[in-house]
């Protein structure tokens, strides 16, 4: 892939490409937006087999292809006898994909993922699929997901990686999706992907401060619109 044409200009994709990234059991990739985390986890998804925009193996579910051609430069490495399936969720499309589990019925009954709220329909899907093994991939879904939703996402793929079913990638903003015991965590940005301790990460620090003093980030926000 030629290195100055995107998604190659970001400093992680090339890094990607031209060093690999080793997957552990649970792999947590963080940082800004724009800095490449969708399209890392994006790419690893549709190298597996997996839906651009989200499903299982071979679902084939595409509203809009906007997805780069980054996954056609990756190798994946599988270990001997680790399943071939998975499971791409992306928490912005899953409203279509819901749709299109409803229009092509499998061998099995389906819950009603639409008649549930956003995030339980997320958490159903999880639970739905817990038991089949394969890699889950999830793009950002803490915009699905309350604080308690997230302790409960975190609950069930913990469970799945604990009784040996799967492995996960997580790319995300949320300091209680980044905490998953056990996870190396990666920093995304302009250096490329560097290991990081949870304590240590920018979101951390940053939300904590927060926390303590809202006032001083909103105030900041008041002066540079020229507020009172």
Not at 96 to 124: A, C, I, K, N
Not at 134 to 149: C, I, M, R, T, Y
Not at 165 to 186: R, Y
Request: hydrophobic share 40%; proline share 7%; aromatic share 8%.
């Amino acid at each position: 892939m030629r290195r100055d044409v995107w998604p190659a200009t970001l400093a992680p994709v090339r890094q990607l490409l031209d060093h690999g990234l080793d997957l552990d059991p649970v792999t947590v990739l963080v940082g800004e937006n724009g800095a490449g985390k969708s399209t890392l986890v994006e790419a690893v998804a549709l190298a597996f087999g997996m839906g651009p925009e989200g499903g299982s193996t071979n679902s084939g579910h595409s509203t809009r292809p906007s997805e780069s051609s980054l996954w056609e430069h990756l190798a994946l490495h599988r270990e001997p006898g680790a399943p071939k399936s998975g499971f791409f969720l992306r928490a912005e499309t899953m409203h279509g994909f819901f749709t299109y589990l409803e229009q092509h019925p499998g061998h099995r009954p389906e819950p009603v993922f639409h008649e549930r709220s956003h995030g339980e329909s997320f958490l159903d899907f999880v639970i739905d699929r817990s038991e089949w093994p394969g890699l889950w991939v999830l793009d950002e879904p803490e915009s699905a997901l309350s604080f308690q939703g997230c302790l409960a996402l975190i609950g069930l793929l913990q469970s799945i990686v604990d009784d040996g079913l799967g492995q996960v990638l997580l790319s995300t903003h949320s300091p209680v999706l980044a905490a998953f015991p056990g996870a190396t965590i990666h920093e995304v940005g302009e250096w490329g992907l560097r290991r990081s301790a949870w304590a240590d990460l920018d979101l951390v620090r940053q939300q904590r401060s927060f926390l303590a003093s809202p006032e001083r980030y909103l105030r900041h926000l008041d002066d540079e619109r020229g507020g009172p």
